[in-house]
T-cell receptor, first 117, second 113 residues
Framework: GAVVSQHPSWVICKSGTSVKIECRSL??????MFWYRQFPKQSLMLMAT?????????EQGVEKDKFLINHASLTLSTLTVTSAHPEDSSFYIC?????????????FGPGTRLTVT | SQQGEEDPQALSIQEGENATMNCSYK?????LQWYRQNSGRGLVHLIL?????REKHSGRLRVTLDTSKKSSSLLITASRAADTASYFC?????????????FGAGTTVTVRA
């Protein structure tokens, strides 16, 4: 099956620093990738939709300048949390849609746990 | 935005029993999907049911969809300890020119050995 990886799987950073999270589709090309965040014992909230070669579409309430998304190739999207604060601590999950498969199939990465101290 | 609401929030059952959880949503959808998430891990896709389908089976899983009531249920039969996880429904609909998923709050299932 289609595999999506995320790196790093966990990261601890100091308040005020920036952190980059990578999302890669390993065995397929993904024209669209999605970024979600999940707080403990809560649901996934869609942050933004990333299309290869174009600007990301952010959901209402998500700060574009704080969560920078770059979908530079058909297999890689990155999420950079800029000037991180403790309230940004969360579980970030990406998913990718295989451009060769049925429209509704999304494959999820294993997630990245970010802790901001 | 979170469209789905699930109940119960938590469910504890004995191994071998069936587990049923429900999901309700608010707007029209293209399809509804169920996912499983083990603690601290990513999501595993379980089953998808299209808006024109009423019931679907996959192994020990049975999903129903009632579009008139805007609700779905997931039944896990003959549960096993390995079924212990959080289960989320997700509705897919067209938003901002793309098909996106909105997740429910999830049901945490604990299967006791």
């Amino acid at each position: 099956g289609a595999v999506v990886s995320q790196h790093p799987s966990w990261v601890i950073c100091k308040s005020g620093t920036s952190v980059k999270i990578e999302c890669r589709s390993l065995d397929f090309q993904a024209t669209t990738m999605f970024w979600y965040r999940q707080f403990p014992k809560q649901s996934l909230m869609l942050m933004a939709t990333s299309n290869e070669g174009s600007k990301a579409t952010y959901e209402q309430g998500v700060e574009k300048d704080k969560f920078l998304i770059n979908h530079a190739s058909l297999t890689l999207s990155t999420l950079t949390v800029t000037s991180a604060h403790p309230e940004d601590s969360s579980f970030y999950i990406c998913s990718a849609r295989d451009q060769g498969s049925r429209r509704y199939e999304q494959y999820f990465g294993p997630g990245t746990r970010l802790t901001v101290t | 935005s979170q469209q789905g609401e699930e109940d119960p929030q938590a469910l504890s059952i004995q191994e071998g029993e069936n587990a049923t959880m429900n999901c309700s949503y608010k707007t029209s959808i293209n399809n509804l999907q169920w996912y499983r998430q083990n603690s601290g891990r990513g999501l595993v896709h379980l089953i998808l049911i299209r808006s024109n389908e009423r019931e679907k089976h996959s192994g020990r899983l049975r999903v129903t969809l009632d579009t008139s009531k805007k609700s779905s249920s997931l039944l896990i039969t003959a549960s096993r300890a390995a079924d212990t996880a959080s289960y989320f429904c997700a509705t897919e609909r067209l938003r901002s020119n793309d098909y996106k998923l909105s997740f429910g709050a999830g049901t945490t299932v604990t299967v006791r050995a």
